[in-house]
Every structure is written in C-alpha cells, then in structure tokens.
C-alpha cells in the first residue's frame, strides 16, 4: 500500500497466556496482528517475557506500526527528532533511536535464549542473517556493517534492530523498510548515525505489502531459530 493509503483501525496486541510445553529447539509461534498501537505492544511484550516460565513457547509476533519514534537506552538528545508531530516513546531496548511507520513490517523476537543455546550477539546476527536470507530470496544483495547492528543494501539500511533481556529471555526484534514514507528517517539520526542514508524494499524494484513481506520473514526466522548457526 502506498504511503497515505487508509488503513485498518490499529488491533489491540497479544496479551501474555498459558502455552502447550515446546520441545526445547521447537519451531516459535508465528502471530500476525496486522496494524498495531506501539505502547499496547509493548506493554505486552513486557508482561509476556515477566509471565512466561520454562514451558512458555517462544513467539513471533509480526505486526506494523503507526508512526512512532523509538528511543532505546543508548539514546542522547542530540539524535532526537526535530520534527515533534510524530510521538516520541522512551523504550529498554538497546541502541538509540529510530523510526516505525505504516509500510514497515516488524518481527518481534519473544525468545528464551537460554533454552535454545543463544548468546545475545549470536542472536542479533540471527536477526540479521534472517533479513539477509529473506532479501536473497527477492534478488536483493544485502549484508552487515561492522559495529553498526542491522542490514544494509549499498550502504544503505533497510533494517533496523534492537532487544532487551530480562531473565535470559529477550524481546523487541527487528524492522525492515517495505513500502513506506522513509521523510520522518530524515528528522533524525537513524540508529544514532548522523546522514544514514535509509532504503526499502520498494526502491530496490520489490513490490511487496507489509503483510506478504512478514509472511516470508517470519519463517526464515523461525527456521533458523530452531537450528541457528551460533556464532
């Protein structure tokens, strides 16, 4: 859908409940919940990682934003947007700030590390060998950049990521740029990087919607979830 298209009433996001027991490499929940209102979604990520136990499954949850700027624990004021019409949400993720809009799609990653063998820094590169593979299978080129965490095409970053810990199970995920109005990128510095240039799929010639693109992302992730080359 092109920027400005009407769109569906943002949904209420997932609330925490109780789960079948998961073998311990077993495939994650994939749950798509469409448009949904950011502090819903995180309140809910929250309560989900406080209340799950060690037969808790993990979760994908694949959703879409109203505009929102996300600041997380690196934040300095000197990145913060100049454009103050769009909210501005203090969160506990790592990194600094970036920016979710309609035409982003986003996987948010409800995983115990512990039980699947996970280090923090093998699953960031999880998350980004997953956008990788995902772009791959669209005939686009993409890669890492040392020391600046998420996904890049010529320099470029189509995707951008972030999570917080709590009791050996993380959660917020990653968000890559589909069909969307990149200008709000502009009113700030992108992950902390002043003049990051920013991309998405629809200006590398691939016409996808949020959705389509979240039903091909969630189950490369899931699937290297559950056998994930640990680095």
Not at 64 to 91: C, D, F, M, W
Request: proline share 8%.
């Amino acid at each position: 859908m092109r920027p400005g298209a009407e769109r569906a009433r943002p949904a209420n996001p997932l609330h925490a409940g109780a789960f079948a027991p998961p073998a311990a490499e077993s495939l994650p929940v994939i749950r798509h919940l469409g448009l949904a209102e950011y502090l819903p979604t995180y309140e809910a990520m929250r309560r989900f990682t406080e209340g799950r136990d060690a037969a808790t499954r993990d979760e994908l949850w694949v959703l879409e934003h109203p505009s929102v700027y996300t600041v997380g624990v690196a934040g300095r004021k000197e990145h913060l947007p100049r454009n103050v019409k769009i909210p501005l949400e203090q969160v506990d993720r790592g990194g600094q700030i970036t920016y979710h809009g309609p035409g982003q799609v986003i996987v948010y990653a409800l995983v115990d590390l512990g039980r699947r063998g996970l280090t923090v820094r093998a699953m960031v590169a999880l998350l980004e060998q997953a956008v990788v593979d995902a772009l791959a299978a669209n005939g686009v080129k993409a890669g890492r950049k040392s020391g600046a965490p998420g996904v890049y095409v010529h320099g470029a970053k189509i995707a951008a990521l972030g999570l917080r810990v709590r009791h050996g199970c993380c959660y917020h995920g990653v968000a890559l740029n589909v069909h969307m109005d990149l200008a709000p990128f502009t009113d700030i510095d992108p992950c902390g990087y002043p003049g990051l240039a920013v991309t998405q799929l629809a200006d590398l010639g691939v016409t996808r919607t949020v959705g389509e693109a979240g039903a091909e992302l969630a189950p490369i992730l899931a699937a290297h979830l559950t056998t994930p080359a640990r680095p």
